[in-house]
Each structure stands twice: as C-alpha cells, then as structure tokens.
C-alpha cells in the first residue's frame, strides 16, 4: 500500500528518488562529529524563521505599538514568553554556532581549492546572521532597542563619503530614528534578509554536494553513506543544541524594559553581546582615528575571511600540522574574549529601583507592609494563591485597584493615599521594575518613605521628578560627605547660607535610611 | 550475523532520528498552538454607557442609538463608534437590539412600512421584538444588557440570543 503511494508519487514528481539521491550521498569515511556544525546551524536558522513568523502575527511594526503589542505577546498570550525566549536566545545560538562552523571549517582547511566559493558564500551568511541580529535588536522598542541602534547608526553616519548616505538608507535624517527607520529595520529583518538568506544556504549547500564534503588529507578506507550514520550524529547535535536553547527560553527571562524614551538621559546604551567587541575597539580611538576601530579594522577583518583560500593555497595538511592555523584562532580568540570582556566590565550597574521616583520606591514599601507578598508572586514561577506578578500586566483602573488594597490589606496601617500611588506604582509594572519589589533594600525603601512623609518632593526632584526650588538630589551624596549632609539637615543654613529649607531632627535609624536612600541616586 | 547486526544497527539510528525530530516538533508545535488558539488572559467588561434618553423615545418605536464606547482589542484600548436599536416597551422598559444580523453580521435597518428590521444582505427580517420572521437569520437578534436609571438608558454588553 505505502509502497504504491511512494511509486505514484515518484512516476509523476521523482521526489522519491530525490530524497533517497540527497540521503545516499557517498561521504568520506573521514567525516564524523567535526562536521555537524553546518546542519546545526541551519537548523538554528529554521528556528529562527518558525518562531519569528509566530510573533509577527501578534506583533505590530510600527513605534510605539511595536512594544504595547509585544507587552501583549509576553503578559497575555499562552507561550508568548516563551516563543519570544526562543526567538532571542535563538538568534545567539546561531551566531555562536555559526561561528564554530567557521572555526571548524579553517582548523581542518576545509575552504582550500576547489572550495573557495563555499567558504566564501560562507562568510557572506554569517554577516547576514549579524545583519539579522543588527535589525532585530531594534524590534522591541524599548529602552536597550531604541539607545543600541541610535549608536550603531552614529557610528555608520561617520563613514566617509558614504556616511551620510547610508544614514539615509537607515530611513534616518539628522541621526533620529524615528518610524522610518524602525520601517527599515523591520522590512530588512523579515523581508530582505529571510529570502536572501534562503537563497545562499541554497547554494552553499549546493556547493557542499557539488565539492562533496571536504576528506581528511589521507583517506584509507572507502566511502561511506550520509544517512543513517551521519544523518544520526547531526540529529543528536541538533537535539542538544535545541535542548539548551529550550532551557534557556524557560529559564532565563529576556526582560522588556521601558518603552523606548529619546529624552531618558540616564540610560547606559550597550549593543548585544556579540558586537561588544566592536562597541570596546572604539574606545582606543579617538576623534579622527575613530574611523579605524569603526570601519577599517572590521573592514580588513571581513576582507582576511574572504581571502583567506587565497591567501592560504597550500595542500591539505592534517590538523596538527597546522599550526599557525591554530595561532591565528587563538589570537583572534584571545582578542575577541579579551576585548568582550573589558566591555562587559565597563558597564556600570544600575539596579532596577535606581531609576524610580521617591513615590515608586515608596509604593515597593507599601506593597511588603501591606503584605502583598502573601497572594503575589514577584519573581517568575512563583506560585501563590493571586496572580504572579512577573507574568501579567495590570490593567485594573486606580480605584478598582485601591478598592482591592483597602479590602485585603486596609488594616495594615496603609494610609489611603499610599494605596493610591501603590496603583499607580502597579499600573506601571514592567519586566523591569517588577524585579525591584523583591530587590530593593530595606534601608533605601525606608528612605524613600521618610522623603514622601516629609513632602521633600515639593522643592526637590529625583530622577527628574519633583519640585524646581531646591535642588535635584541626584548624585548629592557622591559630591558631599555624610558628615556634610547629615549637618546639612540639622541646620541647612550653616552648611548652605541662604538656603529656604527647613531643619529636620531625623532620629538615627532614620537619618541613616535617608542618607543610605541618597546614596543610591546617581547623576 | 554481521548483516544482522548491521540491520539493527541501522533501525536504532533511523528511530533514534525519527525520536529526536518529533520531541523538537512537539516543543515547538504545542506552545505554537496554545499560542495561536488560546484567547488572551485579560477579559474586560464593557462599563454601562450612557445612551438614550428615556423620555424621548416614543413606545414600540424602534430608534438608532450612535453612541462611543471602548473596547480592549488585543494590546490596545480603542474607543470606537457603536449603534444599537433600543426600543422603549414600557414606561419604564427598554430593550437594545445590537444591529448585526444574526446570519453573516450585516446591518439591519427599521424598516417603519412593515415594522419590521431588515437586513439588506439576504433579506432576512426581524420582529420588532426581535424573533426571525423570514430569511436565513438562524437566531433572533441579539441584546445589550440594558438598566435604567431615571430617564437615563444605560447600555452594556450584549448578549448572544439563544438558537431558534
């Protein structure tokens, strides 16, 4: 029966015979694990391609619906959190596995003649695998999209000549990134790059059959088949490296920060981790010289891959031999870690409560005094009897919302205004901010709560919220002492002549949550 | 013996594929599924709106009520034009017939010759209480949930009519 099925369909399309051609390959009796790496990686790419196709039909590319709508995939939609795991964790997995399909492919020599063309081809996909990493950081619009991709157009609109052409090309005028440029983006990323990417593993794998896959320079016994053998060891690669991603997905949460804010002054931009080493190179040149760590280095990198079967024209030799091979890896390598890693270091860590008004860390007070903590989970998979708060957004309006504090929590000596600004703090809850509920110290809370106790706010401002007639508390404790700060409440005119701020008689325990709460806040 | 071995060495490595692929297409497939079919988790009641005056609407007249209201529709709140014919069937009882035919959602209209609704896709007509007169209507029209308040006609969210 199956059989006069299979002769039906092979009489009038030969796809049966087209299989068995592609299964049956002759391969060497060399080839083994060293060479999965090549289907792993397009199996990370089809990922990719089923999982991205997945959030474009709930996502809408446009700023600023482009973050509300992947809010919704995330806190609304069964799997959302974890078709969008996949999706990014996914697209580092295949810049990872792409890269080790290069090193394996230079280690064993495979790019010599007659190969030249595979490898280059080669080279081609892994700068759209980076191409498709480069447009999809913008996609979220959050904070990390917006501030990552404004520097990576700086840095393109500095190009000579072309520069500000290229601006233009990115749908950005003066610099801005705007609807155009997210337009751009979005169509690059799910449009351009998809098919041309098609198109190349198309003929990359063609080139692979034609050449057949490269033999150990000494080949004793006869060929061998690639199915089952081979096709079971690039299954059981696929299936681990599926398996970590899977984990990964579940595990580590990919936050969504703030939507994306051109006037946030305080937000540290930093590119995704594998073009850190880039981000790093451009701080050893300066002014002029920018030039050479933005393109001319990169630039003469790309071209050492591609010539590389023409500069190296010299017979097969065994792994071992190769060594100035292995030199060149390990240099690239060390230079890479080292470069990424400095990068890593240098980015200074803000905690989520440090970008809060003095009433957002003072609601995190209200939400642990009026336990809230008994029915809410705050971390993800926290399981308690209400909602987990990591995972939902909060659409309830203000008094429904102060209706449900008073009911559960109204005898907790919260007063009805903290229940207020506690529904205000929740209707704000992002992935971000959420994390603060847990982490904040208790000291800082206290602090904050002092600050709102006393109406401090009226003339001072943190994080740009608050009063204009005193000045803004950000990064007072870093140019003054504690000796200085703590006379300074005691009696503001002795340390500041002419300064209209009353004198506040702080007990110890308070004063110090107050200057532990300033202490936080950076410039 | 060897071609044996051979023979079960090779059913272990085309089962062991065959395991593989389907546990990746199962992890795949079935959050793709639950992500595609699942509604989403936040449901919202529409608020009781404000919409006719109870003192102009004449007994067993049907009148066309525009009103605004907001909807949630997915990852936005949107505030949108609706209408509803409400028809006073009482001193102080009103019924709210939502427009949509029950057939393929076209709009019925009054039609104050025969008093009756009718919709201008496939000719099915309503009563004026709502119940199919002729066409292929499977259902009578559908109602909002309606409160009166004084003079105040207060419209919510509408209901889908029983079958038949």
């Known amino acids: 029966m199956i059989n006069s099925v299979l002769d039906c369909v092979e009489d009038r399309t030969g796809a049966v015979s087209g299989v068995k051609h592609f299964l049956y390959e002759d391969i060497p009796a060399s080839s083994g694990w060293h060479q999965v790496l090549g289907s792993v990686a397009m199996f990370c790419f089809l990922v990719q391609v089923v999982t991205g196709i997945l959030l474009a039909l709930n996502y809408a590319p446009t700023p600023p619906d482009a973050h509300a709508s992947l809010r919704f995939i995330l806190t609304e939609l069964t799997s959302g959190r974890l078709i969008r795991g996949l999706h990014h964790w996914g697209a580092s997995m295949m810049i990872v596995v792409v890269g080790m399909h290069l090193l394996q492919t230079f280690l064993w020599g495979a790019y010599k003649k007659p190969r030249e063309a595979t490898w280059m081809l080669g080279v081609i996909l892994l700068l759209l695998t980076l191409g498709f990493g480069l447009t999809g950081y913008l996609l979220p619009w959050d904070n990390r999209a917006y501030w990552g991709t404004v520097v990576t157009t700086q840095i393109t609109a500095k190009a000579p000549i072309a520069g500000p052409y290229i601006l233009r090309l990115m749908g950005s005028e003066d610099g801005n990134i705007g609807v155009q440029t997210f337009a751009r983006f979005y169509g690059a990323h799910v449009l351009l790059l998809p098919p041309l990417m098609m198109m190349l593993i198309g003929l990359h794998v063609f080139l692979v059959r034609k050449h057949g896959v490269a033999p150990a320079p000494v080949e004793t016994e006869p060929k061998k088949k690639f199915f089952p053998g081979q096709v079971f060891k690039d299954t059981v690669a696929i299936f681990i490296m599926f398996s970590i991603l899977f984990a990964l997905a579940t595990m580590v949460r990919v936050p969504l920060g703030k939507i994306a804010d051109p006037t946030d002054t305080t937000y540290i931009p930093r590119p995704e981790w594998y073009f850190l080493f880039l981000f790093q190179l451009l701080k050893f040149f300066e002014g002029p010289l920018e030039i050479i760590g933005s393109m001319v280095l990169p630039g003469v990198a790309v071209g050492l891959l591609f010539a590389t079967p023409f500069i190296d024209r010299g017979a097969a030799i065994k792994l071992r031999q190769r060594t100035f091979a292995i030199g060149i890896v390990l240099f690239a390598g060390i230079g890479w870690a080292s470069l990424t890693f400095a990068a890593m270091r240098s980015t200074p860590h803000k905690e989520p409560y440090q970008s809060f008004t003095a009433e957002e860390v003072a609601a995190v007070g209200s939400f642990r005094q009026g336990q809230c903590w008994q029915c809410h989970g705050v971390t993800p998979g926290d399981m308690k009897a209400g909602p987990n708060l990591a995972d939902i957004a909060v659409h309830e309006e203000r008094d429904a919302l102060v209706a449900h504090f008073q009911k559960n929590a109204g005898n907790r000596g919260l007063k009805d205004l903290q229940f207020r600004q506690l529904a205000t703090f929740m209707r704000k809850l992002d992935d971000e901010s959420v994390v603060a509920i847990a982490s904040t110290p208790i000291n800082v809370v206290s602090g904050a709560q002092l600050y709102m106790k006393n109406n401090c706010g009226v003339c001072h401002s943190i994080n740009s919220a608050g009063g204009k007639s005193g000045p803004p508390l950000n990064g007072v404790a870093k140019r003054r002492d504690r000796t200085w700060l703590e006379g300074h409440f005691g009696d503001p005119q002795k340390f500041s002549p002419g300064s209209m701020m009353p004198a506040y008689k702080f007990e110890r325990a308070d004063m110090d949550s107050m200057l532990a709460y300033m202490e936080t806040l950076k410039d | ?164």
Not at chain 2, 81 to 106: I, N
């Open chain 2, 1 to 164: 013996m060897a071609e044996e071995t051979l023979e079960k060495r090779r059913g272990f490595l085309v089962g062991s594929i065959a395991a593989m692929m389907g546990t990746i297409s199962a992890a795949l497939g079935l959050p793709a599924l639950g992500y595609l079919l699942v509604p989403g988790r936040e449901k919202k009641k529409s608020d009781w709106i404000e919409a006719a005056d109870l003192s102009k609407l004449m007994v067993n007249q049907p009148e066309q009520i525009i009103f605004n209201r907001v909807r949630r529709d997915g990852w936005k709140l949107v505030t949108e034009k609706a209408a509803a014919w409400v028809v006073k069937t009482g001193e102080q009882q009103v019924v709210a017939f939502s427009p949509v035919c029950t057939h393929l959602g076209c709009a019925v209209s009054w039609n104050s010759g025969d008093k009756t609704f009718a919709c201008p896709c496939h000719t099915s007509s309503f009563s004026p209480d709502g119940k199919v007169i002729a066409g292929p209507a499977p259902r009578p029209l559908d109602r909002f949930d309606v409160r009166v308040d004084g003079i105040k006609v207060m419209l919510g969210d509408v209901k889908k009519s029983a079958e038949g």
